[in-house]
């Protein structure tokens, strides 16, 4: 009797140690300028994190496109407070302080991810170049570092000179693992069809520490082009995604499941909360929309003959 109480104990501590969910991770997404629907997108990133439950999201808003330094003064957030720092940011040059404060951020430990034209952001700010390895537009070119894509598994870095950063029309389009043993890919299909979004393509940058997770074959340069990626930044991670242009391409269950694997894995180098791939994970030939109440509210454009100059 004594012993059965006993193994009826340990059982019940073995399952509530099994069930006791490991702490929400702290991000702060920042948002407020974007040559992107950014206040169309920001719910959706938020519901994105939030429902893996992994997350606890506070967004800062920053202030408007041309504003003084007065109101920027107003703008501080303490990158400390969390464990990841999530952007959905193109637009003006954060204040010194703050730069400098991100800097320390990111390279004592934090974790940082860009979405999509966060990439497009801060051309001539060296720092966050490095920190996100290659980005598109904003002045870059060769002088920015060399165009990263994949061949035949093989990462190349071109230096003939261009401009950085294309895309042409949106459209569907498949994502290729590149790297089926990282946490944010392990698990999930080699190839699957992503909702209607841009494609980016002969992004430049430092392009350091770099590792190339996922690809997509640009109708514009023909080569595999970079949709994830991971980066070390000092002591500190960087997840990239280049996905994500409108809410309809972020309503997508694989950007889901791959934003919410990139922030914890740049939070803690793990992706604990997030490992269990979606029983309606797209699969190679069917792409798999989330339903949110009131999305999307952006209308794709009309397919268009030629390559956009737009980003
Ligand atoms: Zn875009």
Redesign the pocket.
């Known amino acids: 009797m004594i012993r059965l109480s006993f193994s009826l104990l340990a059982l019940l501590v073995a399952v509530s140690l099994a069930r006791s969910p490991l702490p929400p991770l702290r991000v702060l997404l920042i948002t407020g300028q974007n040559n992107?629907k950014w206040e169309i997108t920001t719910p959706v990133l938020k519901h994105a994190l939030e429902s893996s439950d992994a997350f606890t999201i506070t967004v800062s808003t920053t202030p408007a496109k041309g504003a003084d330094p007065a109101t920027w003064q107003t703008w501080h957030p303490n990158f400390a407070d969390y464990d990841v720092v999530v952007s959905n940011y193109n637009g003006d040059l954060w204040p010194d302080s703050v730069r400098a404060a991100f800097e320390a951020y990111v390279s004592g430990g934090g974790g940082f991810v860009s979405v999509?034209?966060a990439n497009n952001s801060f051309g001539d700010w060296p720092e966050y170049n490095r920190m996100i390895g290659v980005g598109g537009w904003g002045g870059r070119d060769e002088k920015s570092g060399p165009w990263l894509y994949v061949k035949d598994g093989k990462l190349y870095r071109d230096t003939t000179p261009g401009k950085g950063g294309a895309h042409g029309p949106q459209h569907e389009f498949a994502i290729e693992i590149q790297q089926p043993d990282h946490p944010i890919t392990r698990g999930l299909p080699p190839r699957w069809l992503h909702t209607r979004d841009?494609l980016y393509s002969s992004l430049r940058g430092p392009a350091e520490n770099i590792e190339i997770l996922a690809t997509a074959t640009s109708d514009l340069t023909h080569q595999h082009e970079p949709n994830l990626m991971v980066l070390q930044y000092g002591k500190g991670r960087v997840f990239h995604t280049t996905l994500g242009?409108a809410d309809y391409s972020m309503l997508c269950r694989g950007f889901y499941e791959t934003l919410q694997r990139g922030t914890e894995w740049a939070a803690t180098g793990e992706c604990q909360r997030t490992a269990e791939v979606p029983a309606d994970f797209p699969t190679a030939d069917q792409a798999s929309p989330v339903a949110l109440a009131g999305h999307p509210q952006q209308v794709p454009p009309s397919p268009k003959p030629a390559a956009s100059a737009t980003?």
């Open positions: 992107h999509h034209a841009e242009h980003k």
